[in-house]
């Protein structure tokens, strides 16, 4: 069965360091997203991408996160300069349709541990 | 706004148990709703969903009903099994409000033989 795989599954980096985590979504979809689960609370979104581009994006989601489709199958989430509270669990997700009623598939997350 | 609250755990049952994890949500109109498990190592992974008022959806012995007078979507099984051990998310989709979805905390099961 197709699935999501991320990469690394734990990253840890200095403050101020940049860092790239990498998705591969399931090959048919069309629609990415980037979530993250800081320990002990909520699942967040962070942004949605569709045609090479943002289409939706959260407040988390500021000038310090991109997100970019280099290739055919990969999707990555930069954080250019890593700050003590983006220590979190990254999810990536995919799905055929758009729109929040179609089921998105997530990868096994990468823990982003920022020292 | 949309959010889901959900039921705090760890949960800790015997086998052969039944389940029930709380699920409430906050809404207007008329969201879809999702339970997703996660097991160990793995990605979350989705168990069952419910997109219209009193739809009932099940999938490996595990149910939950859409109700919107109570604004609720709890799972529910009657007999747990060790395999089921697990965190479980509960979450909420919107399509007249993008593509996002707003998850629960999620609740750790643990099933002890």
């Known amino acids: 069965e197709p699935e999501v795989t991320q990469t690394p599954s734990h990253q840890v980096t200095q403050m101020g360091q940049e860092v790239i985590l990498r998705c591969v979504p399931i090959s048919n979809h069309l629609y990415f997203y980037w979530y993250r689960q800081i320990l002990g609370q909520k699942v967040e979104f962070l942004v949605s991408?569709?045609?090479?581009?943002?289409?939706?994006k959260s407040e988390i989601f500021d000038d310090q996160f991109s997100v970019e489709r280099p290739d055919g199958s990969n999707f990555t989430l930069k954080i250019r300069s890593t700050k003590l509270e983006d220590s979190a669990m990254y999810f990536c997700?995919?799905?055929?349709?758009?729109?929040?009623?179609?089921?998105?598939?997530f990868g096994p997350g990468t823990r982003l541990t920022v020292l | 706004g949309n959010s889901v609250t959900q039921m705090e755990g760890p949960v800790t049952l015997s086998e052969e148990a039944f389940l029930t994890i709380n699920c409430t949500y906050t809404?207007?109109?008329?969201?879809?709703l999702f339970w997703y498990v996660q097991y160990p190592g793995e990605g979350l992974q989705l168990l069952l969903k419910?997109?219209?008022?009193?739809d009932k959806g099940s999938n490996k012995g595990f149910e939950a009903t859409y109700r919107k007078e109570t604004t609720s979507f709890h799972l529910e099984k009657g007999s747990v099994q060790v395999s089921d051990s697990a965190v479980y998310f509960c979450a909420l989709g919107r399509s007249n409000t993008g593509n996002q979805f707003y998850f629960g905390t999620g609740t750790s099961l643990t099933v002890i033989p």
């Open positions: 809404a207007t109109g008329y969201p879809s």
């Open positions: 991408f569709y045609n090479n581009e943002i289409s939706e």
């Open positions: 997700a995919s799905s055929e349709a758009q729109g929040g009623t179609d089921t998105q598939y």
């Open positions: 419910a997109t219209k008022a009193d």
